[in-house]
């Protein structure tokens, strides 16, 4: 199985709303991955997990909150969020290691109204 | 910045023709990595290419490096309609897993 996962595929949400994006994979990996992407732009990566510990933190605002429950799944808590934050969130996993692609799940179409 | 940067941005062709990619970067690298991405939807790993190998094959796809020249590049022989999408670089550097993306080119292969 080489498929990462990621719910819901679109997300609607108010300033207020608190929600979050779910991601899973099986593959065994112990890497994962947050990116943000705004149209036309290339991903920006986020945050990277690896052993389930927070490793790189690109500067990115408190109301995002990253978690890894366990090795298979990754979760984005968004709170607060403003109409700016609206993109395509993608999770990403990958083996440890200088020299492995990553899989990308298909994404969550995020909208902040 | 260790960001990728492609030219060209944008590239139509017809089905048949081959398509060459460039992406050019500014600091040392462990590898070279290449995605497609059709539209709105995830990433899909192409190719990688280590600091030390000067080129790689994998079906219909061909991925020079040139680390004297910090360039690499994709083609695509025989393209299909199939193989339209946005095409990213992406360079990997350091000890850490950090991947940091170019800009992109969008090809369009016209049936």
């Known amino acids: 199985d080489t498929e990462v996962t990621q719910t819901p595929k679109h997300l609607v949400m108010g300033m207020t709303n608190k929600k979050s994006l779910k991601c899973e994979q099986h593959m065994g990996h112990r890497a994962m991955y947050w990116y943000k992407q705004k149209a036309k732009k290339p991903p920006e990566l986020m945050f990277v997990y690896s052993y389930e510990k927070l490793s790189i933190n690109e500067s990115v605002p408190s109301r995002f909150s990253p978690e890894c429950p366990n090795s298979s799944l990754l979760n984005l808590h968004l709170h607060a969020l403003q109409p700016e934050d609206s993109a395509l969130y993608l999770c990403?996993?990958?083996?440890?290691?200088?020299?492995?692609?990553?899989?990308f799940g298909p994404g969550t179409r995020l909208t902040v109204t | 910045s260790q960001q990728g940067e492609e030219d060209p941005q944008a590239l139509s062709i017809q089905e048949g023709e081959n398509a060459t990619m460039n992406c050019s970067y500014k600091t040392s690298i462990n590898n070279l990595q290449w995605y497609r991405q059709n539209s709105g939807r995830g990433l899909v790993h192409l190719i990688l290419?280590?600091?030390?190998?000067r080129e790689k094959h994998s079906g219909r796809l061909r991925v020079t490096l040139d680390t004297s020249k910090k360039s690499s590049s994709l083609l695509i022989t025989a393209s299909r309609a199939a193989d339209t999408a946005s095409y990213f670089c992406?360079?990997?550097?350091?000890?850490?897993?950090?991947?940091?993306f170019g800009k992109g080119t969008l090809l369009t292969v016209n049936p």
């Open positions: 992406a360079i990997s550097g350091g000890s850490n897993y950090k991947l940091t």
């Open positions: 990403a996993s990958s083996q440890l290691g200088e020299s492995y692609e990553q899989y």
């Open positions: 290419i280590r600091s030390n190998e």
